[in-house]
């Protein structure tokens, strides 16, 4: 029987970290002895999520880094391997999505929404690699989405950038696997993130509130799988993601195979924005309704 993957003192770099998902997978390899270095864009974000691991910053680390800018990216791995060397677990985690349409939105926020989703996990990945070879027993693990296999017509840039990123990790797993770097992914549904409510509000993709959304724990629990057995992809609602892959071996029946469950979909989105203003977790700034952190 495989024996868990030994987290005490390892050094692991969530990337997204003072979000729902890298936050709840945080705690979790904390409560497991690992150091974390949360990286995130927001400085004030990354320093509540360290505050609130146990051992605070002096255990943990709060990075600030915006991933989409190369020379930030190489000075955040610089102070990583200066300060501890290797890096024993790299989690890309970092994302966004937009839910302007695509005949409407910037070609700017289209080329930003590419490189925070695609083009920043891979390059900080690959930047990655010689502190990864530093440990032991080197694993990298990234959030991609069902958004990876699935098209989202009213979020085509996020579903270019998932299914771009699912076959981009593929490609690394098997690359990399005799080198000595387990790579795996993590590939969730609707998850009750600050994102997914603001989506919400946005009037994203209603397909996805065919169910409630699960929470940000359950994805890291099952992130936390992958260290103790890996595999190429795991996915948090297995039910799902077999459903999702059996409608794709038909892509031309997709247009008929839509209105099927859109209205359901559309209930139960409305529902969930309703929970959201009944947990406080909708609040009204200057007239227009936000999202907020949890």
Partial sequence: MRRAFELADRIVVVTGGAG????????LAAARGARIIVVDVRDDAAARAVAALPGGEGRHAAETCDLTDRAQVEALIARIGSRHGRIDVLV???????????????????????AVNLTAP?????????????????????????????????????????????????????????????????????????????????????????????????????MMRLLDRPRLEAYPRPSESRLVRAALLVPNALPRLMPLFRGKGERGQKRYL????????????DGVERAVDA
Avoid: W
Wanted: with cysteine; hydrophobic share 40%.
């Fill in 274 to 285: 309703r929970q959201l203003r009944d947990r406080g977790l909708i609040a009204t700034v």
């Fill in 20 to 27: 729902g998902i890298g936050s709840a997978f945080g705690a």
């Fill in 92 to 114: 890309n985690n970092a994302g966004m999505t937009s839910a302007d349409r695509f005949d409407e939105r910037s070609v700017e926020s289209i080329e930003r929404e590419l």
């Fill in 122 to 222: 891979l390059v900080l990945t690959r930047l990655a690699v010689p502190l990864l070879r530093a440990s032991d027993d080197p694993r990298v693990i990234t959030t991609v989405s069902l958004g990876g296999i699935f098209p989202l017509g009213e979020t085509p840039i996020y579903t270019a950038s998932k299914f771009g990123l699912r076959g981009a990790m593929l490609s690394i797993a098997l690359d990399l696997r005799d080198k000595g770097i387990t790579v795996c992914s993590v590939l969730p549904s609707a998850t009750d993130t600050r994102m997914l409510r603001q989506e919400a509000l946005d009037g994203g993709n209603s397909l996805q509130f065919q169910d409630p959304p699960q929470s940000p724990e359950h994805v890291a629990r099952t």
